[in-house]
């Protein structure tokens, strides 16, 4: 199958505790290719999700890279490094009740809700021959192997001489790419190779474990336009992104951003898969390209989790960033581009803005509509709230705390500590 970014070759921040139902699903749509990009200075790490399916002999690989990579740069990992952070990130169907958003009545204590978390100790903080010819201007700057891969890094001075050459050794990218490789070219890429090393693979296995490649560049960019030449049609690109926390939201400059309702209630949540692939689909109509921002977020904590945790610090430097998750942003963008649209490489930026934000939506319960929009309506309803519950638990525990104190001020010393706990949990997810 044809993937976007490279070319293969086959036929509001609240604190709720409340409970993870689903999500939209890793294979929520087709031709979807997935990419994770770390980012930190002028250090990128891109894992790469091969979507390809068919016989490992007829796999090639095609990739513009900024400098000439070797062994050191490439490595293998393996699927639920990707899986992992899709689940994190994925658009979600959740359940609240009154209970979640409830703050306790305390004498002498301050309470700040819930949140989920990593759980961290004190230590955490922290086959085929391939040469040259005479006659064309193709070079091999490096050749090895990685995993099941053989892979070799080229450069060029000629798109159409770079074409042939891959042309002669299986890398068919049609008579149309010439003119896209000399784009390429002239803005001083190179291009990594790959085959499947022969016999290292079970037999019948169709599945390539994710390919993952680290270099330096001072751009903030994806490569998608030599993705684009054999397009099946409508392309999804979904980008985990994961940098400093205090760079905040990534987004993507050269491409129009849309959005859709979320943080909604939804009565009919039978099927939510099909749900959120029908608002995708109104949103992008009529566009050629765009990008949505489906999650955004501190990678320690989530609401709620997927699977009882956030990122951890392996999960995190597994995807090639350096440092813990306390000081990793996680973003997740979803892009739809035709094949005519895609004109340029997706460059990214850094906004500095850390807003928690995810596509979250939300069982439908009549006492949170003074919290939460239905979906598809325009106001609240602030006559049903959870107050009346809230009154009734606040007074069973004036109840039970009558006998333990004299009286129901809240303590200086309580007060003061409390204080400093709250400044110092915001400090830490400014």
Partial sequence: MFTTFYFLLSNPAS???????????AD?????????????????TLTLVNDYEGSLDDFALVIPVPSILTEDDVAVVEESVLSRVEAYSSPRLVEYSCEDFYTPWRPDEVSIGCFATAEYSVADMGDAEI???????????????????????????????????????????????????QEYIDAGSYFLISRVKLNTSPEGQTWLRPLQISYTSEVFSLPIKLGTLNSPGEQDLIV??????????????????ISIQADCMLEN????????????DDAFAGQDGGWLREHGWGAYHCDPCVDGDAMSDDDIRALGFSGSAFDAYVGRLHMRFTPEAATEDVVFYHSNIEDQTQQRYIRYVEELES????????????????????????????????????????????????????????????
């Avoid at 604190?15 to 699903?25: E, I, K, L, P, R």
């Avoid at 929520?28 to 990128?44: K, M, N, W």
């Fill in 15 to 25: 604190a709720f505790c409340g409970t993870y139902v689903g999500s939209a699903g």
């Fill in 28 to 44: 929520l749509f087709s031709h979807t290719s997935q990419v994770a990009i770390a980012r930190q200075g002028d250090q990128t």
């Fill in 131 to 181: 040469g040259e010819s005479a006659e064309s201007s193709v070079t091999i700057e490096s050749s090895f192997s990685v995993g099941e891969y053989n892979l070799a890094v080229l450069s060029a001075e000629e798109g159409g001489e770079l074409n042939e050459w891959l042309d002669t050794y299986g890398f068919s990218l049609g008579a149309d790419a010439s003119a896209v490789l």
């Fill in 240 to 257: 985990y992104t994961v940098t400093d926390v205090y760079q905040g939201h990534i987004g993507i400059q050269n491409y129009p951003e």
């Fill in 269 to 280: 949540t039978e099927d939510f898969a099909s749900f959120y692939r029908e608002r995708l």
């Fill in 371 to 430: 919290r939460f929009l239905i979906c598809d309506q325009e106001s609240l309803d602030a006559s049903k709230n959870c107050d009346a519950l809230y009154e009734e638990w606040d007074a069973e525990r004036k109840e039970v705390a009558k006998g333990c104190f004299s009286t129901h001020m809240r303590s200086p010393i309580g007060l003061l500590l409390g204080s400093i706990f709250v400044s110092v949990f915001f400090m830490r997810n400014r």
